[in-house]
């Protein structure tokens, strides 16, 4: 693929998190050759650009106007611009502007090309010391009562590790509805300011990062890893599956499918379930 800017193409164009030094020689390149870069904040983009000394022209592209960018940025795409995709710090679209401009673009058939970046999310995972090969990112968490409480109770069973954003005035609260819902003994990782010079990783229990918050002022932003929740699979003795076979079959279920639909409950073999169905005298009003 070339790394020159193609006439007509979107560049969603990863910068950095904090340290500069993060952007990607092929980032600069395409910021320094595009027809246009849509940024997020002119004024936080420009101090990236003047860095890097940069004179690509900017037009401004946020939440309160892209209803009024989306049709323009189109237009400009389909007379053969190239144009930049930038936000403030990472990957535009992740809890950022950009989504609903790359969904216009896909429907209007415009070529959009990704340039990674730095992102919070990913890079407080790789240090976190949780499990990595399976992980849900959240983003920040809805702010109204009962959305938030209703998100949390959703997650609360969880078994992957999660990732959130949060602000600084707002973590003391999130520790603590995390505490109310997950519980206090749930592990948890608080990455800090990450690549900036006072990066901090701190790490402990959901509770111990509530009671380490009281005596504590959170500043800067941060993104909380959260272990997943941990399932406890219940032992059941024979006559007890038995029991729940034969409650199964009386609902008309066969011995193949009460297995398997058991299985799924118990979290036990299907197979080791079935031979034990075979072993049950049941009347079944057809053969199984």
Not at 92 to 97: A, E, K, N, Q
Request: net charge negative.
């Amino acid at each position: 693929m070339s790394t020159e800017p193609q006439p007509g193409n979107l560049y969603i164009v990863g910068t950095p998190i904090g340290n500069l030094e993060d952007i990607s020689f092929r980032a600069i390149k395409i910021l320094q050759n595009c027809d246009a870069i849509a940024a997020e904040d002119t004024r936080h983009t420009g101090k990236l650009l003047h860095h890097f000394q940069i004179t690509t022209p900017q037009i401004s592209y946020h939440d309160h106007n892209e209803q009024q960018r989306i049709p323009e940025i189109i237009e400009q795409l389909q007379a053969g611009k190239a144009i930049a995709l930038v936000t403030d710090a990472g990957m535009p679209g992740i809890s950022d502007p950009g989504y609903q401009l790359v969904k216009a673009c896909v429907e209007a058939k415009i070529i959009v090309v990704p340039i990674p970046g730095a992102s919070a999310a990913i890079a407080a995972l790789s240090a976190a010391g949780l499990p990595t090969e399976r992980f849900v990112f959240e983003g920040f968490l809805p702010t109204k009562g009962k959305v938030r409480q209703e998100r949390l109770e959703l997650l609360s069973s969880e078994t992957r590790t999660l990732i959130f954003y949060e602000a600084p005035h707002r973590l003391r609260q999130t520790l603590d509805d995390l505490a109310a819902t997950f519980g206090e003994n749930r592990w948890l990782v608080l990455a800090r300011e990450l690549t900036k010079l006072h990066e901090e990783f701190w790490r402990g229990t959901i509770g111990e990062a509530v009671a380490h918050y009281l005596q504590h002022h959170p500043q800067g932003e941060f993104t909380l890893v959260v272990g997943g929740a941990q399932l406890v699979k219940p032992e059941f003795s024979e006559e007890e599956l038995k029991a729940e076979l034969v409650k199964l079959f009386s609902q008309g279920i066969s011995r193949s499918q009460a297995s398997r639909q058991l299985a799924k409950t118990t979290a036990l073999p299907r197979q080791r379930l079935y031979q034990l169905a075979l072993n049950i005298e049941f009347k079944f009003a057809s053969n199984d």
